[in-house]
Every structure is written in C-alpha cells, then in structure tokens.
C-alpha cells in the first residue's frame, strides 16, 4: 500500500487562532510531502514543499510566516495556520512522495478548516 | 509559462467508453500522473505515464505523446461510481529535484443510467 493519513478531518475554529494539521505516511518514510489548498470546484493549489530535516519551500504567493510547516521526521509534517481568519477557510490537502521508480504522490484525505 | 489544459465538464453513459483530454506546456517534463477524485475527498492515483504511448490498468488506460504535448484518461464500462473529478498532473522538473506537481483544473465526469 501507500496510506497517508491526516488529522483532524475536518476543524471549525475562531477568528485568530492556530489550527495545526498533520499529515502522516503510515507504510512508508517520506522525505517530501506537499501541502496543497483546494477552493470549491476548484483544482489543487501546492502552497509548500516540505522536506524533511530542512526548510520548506514556498510557491509564490504563500506567506510562510502564516503557514508554518514542519517536516520533523520521515513520516509526518505539520501544516500550522496562524492567526486563521474566514479567507482562510479551505480544504487542505497533503501528499507524500514515495520514492521508487515513479516518485508517485499519495494524498491525504484531506482537512476540512472552517474559521468563523 | 507553464499550463495544463483539460475540459470542465463531461457526461457519459453507464457502460460506455469516455476520453478525458488533458494538453500541457511546462518546463521540463518528467512524468504525468491521473489522478480521481470524489466530491469532498482527496485524490487517488489512477496511473503514471513517462514514456509515449498507452499505460492499461483495468478498465482504465492512459496514452501519453511528449512530442505533441498530449495526454489521455480513457474509462471503459463506465459506472455510476466513475462520476467524479479526474485531475491531469505534470511533473516539470528532472528528478532529483522535489518534483512537484503542477495540476491541470480537473474535468468532472457525470455517468448517467
């Protein structure tokens, strides 16, 4: 298999506050995994690149100080979004690169974040 | 710049056969991936093509041309629980690098009875 897993499911939280997600590759170790956003009916955004041991990297646009990521061992990284406001409110979704001969991606299922 | 085109919407019988177009323009090419995806949930790999030419798994099968830019999702005796979004994705850079994925907008497939 290839299962990644991610908690919580689904989040509803107050303007202002931290809200932390992880994302965890349970049968296999990851030293990337992405984050990605996805608006309704919308594709998949790649906010970050995490790397394990290392910092991530950020697609242009992301404001790394909102969006901290940590990539502490080979099988989970954490996505925290600080100070969460109502734009914030998405459907976040993580993946882990499992190395082989396709490098192929594995999704999480996803973290549903409302902020009221 | 870098682009992945597929089409929004289509719709298709139960038992028929339906194409699912995806056209790109990136950087570097290093793999294309489909992806499904259900309504509320994240996606699932469906298949990988890196070289020209057609992938079969089950009654789902991808075609990729490099020179043309040009790939294919074809879905044979479709179900009702084929309905769902199908997202074409490019990997733009040679491996070795963090090989991220650049995703086209997704086409969502509705099987009608």
Redesign the interface.
């Known amino acids: 298999g290839?299962v990644v897993s991610?908690h919580p499911s689904r989040v509803i939280c107050k303007s202002g506050t931290s809200v932390k997600i992880e994302c965890r590759s349970l049968d296999f170790q990851a030293t990337?995994m992405?984050w990605y956003r996805q608006f309704p009916?919308?594709?998949?955004?790649?906010m970050a690149?995490s790397?394990e041991g290392s910092k991530a990297?950020y697609e242009q646009g992301v404001e790394k100080d909102k969006f901290l990521i940590n990539h502490a061992s080979l099988t989970l990284s954490t996505l925290t979004v600080t100070s969460a406001h109502p734009e914030d409110s998405s459907?976040y979704?993580c993946s882990a690169?499992r190395q082989g001969s396709?490098?192929?991606?594995?999704?999480?299922?996803?973290t549903?974040l409302t902020v009221l | 710049g870098q682009n992945i085109d597929q089409p929004t919407e289509m719709t298709a019988t139960e038992g028929a056969i339906v194409q699912i177009n995806c056209t790109y323009q990136t950087s570097g090419f290093n793999g294309l991936f489909w992806y499904q995806q259900h309504a509320g949930e994240a996606p699932t790999f469906l298949s990988y093509n890196v070289l020209d030419g057609l992938e079969e798994k089950g009654r789902f099968s991808s075609f990729l041309s490099r020179s043309k830019g040009y790939s294919y999702l074809l879905l044979k005796e479709l179900q009702m629980k084929d309905s769902a979004s199908y997202l074409c994705a490019v990997r733009g850079t040679k491996a070795g690098n963090t090989g991220k994925l650049i995703f086209g907008q997704g086409t969502t497939l509705q099987v009608k009875p």
């Open positions: 290839a991610q990337t992405f009916k919308q594709s998949l955004m790649l690149t790397n990297t459907f979704i690169k396709t490098d192929t991606q594995y999704f999480g299922p996803g549903r």
